[in-house]
């Protein structure tokens, strides 16, 4: 099997279960997760995991994000990263070999930062964020980075306090007090966000809540 990333000194294979794809996905971010990996450690990886590539079978390098909330240790790591699979039927329902197979090399102390959120999504998706920084907002700068679409700013009086262990390991998440705290995001300045009538499209997030009476998402528009 070729070794693609030949300055690196660590290599795994990670291969999606087809069993849980329903049918063939065209251009596809897939969520990579290292859960307390004993083989990734201090002692052959670089402290803040920028040195990590990822490959397909057949050498094509793919474009990545490193989530925040990872941790790496002399004993083990657990990090989250967004891999894009790039193309027609890129992760199959029905794989022939290593169709499915993504190649994931580390071990390179000189490795510069590689992760690459606004190109680890495809252009169907026109806003994503993790909801991972310190939510509190310093102005003028908004401090809820997005991977795709524009950042965030805080409602509410939220602190560094609100980002909290995320519900899966190696990721943050936001905690919202239920009264005023909120995120807001301004629509891209090319409209992105400005759905039609009739204009389908889908909304998804990953979201604990304790309460069944109010919204999640709004979107509100000024009368100019």
């Known amino acids: 099997m070729t070794w693609w990333a030949a300055d690196y000194a660590k290599r795994k294979i990670v ?9 063939d996905l065209d251009n596809v971010t897939v969520r990579v997760r290292f859960n307390g990996d004993t083989d990734i450690t201090t002692s052959v990886v670089r402290p803040d995991l920028r040195d990590f590539r990822f490959y397909l079978p057949d050498g094509t390098p793919l474009k990545h994000e490193l989530l925040n909330g990872y941790t ?3 004993t083990s790591c657990t990090a989250v990263f967004e891999v894009y699979l790039p193309g027609t039927a890129a992760l199959k329902t029905s794989p ?3 169709d499915n197979d993504i190649h994931c090399y580390y071990s390179k102390a ?16 026109k806003f994503v964020t993790h909801m991972q920084d310190d939510p509190h907002w310093v102005n003028p700068t908004p401090q809820m980075l997005s991977a795709v679409g524009p950042d965030g700013s805080e409602n509410g009086a939220m602190t560094i306090a609100d980002l909290i262990a995320g519900e899966q390991s190696g990721c943050k998440a936001i905690q919202f007090d239920g009264a005023n705290d909120g ?7 090319a409209g992105d966000m400005d759905f039609g009538a009739g204009q389908d499209f889908s909304v998804s997030g990953l979201i604990k809540c304790d309460f069944n009476d109010d919204s999640i998402i709004n979107k509100h528009w000024d009368e100019r």
Do not use: E, K, L
């Not at 000189?110 to 680890?120: G, H, K, L, V």
């Open 15 to 23: 291969t999606p279960q087809s069993a849980h794809i329903s049918a």
């Open 72 to 74: 790496v240790d002399g």
């Open 96 to 98: 022939t070999g290593t």
């Open 110 to 125: 000189d490795a510069t930062d590689a992760s690459d959120p606004p190109n680890s999504w495809h252009s169907r998706y």
């Open 183 to 189: 995120m807001d995001y301004p629509d891209a300045d």
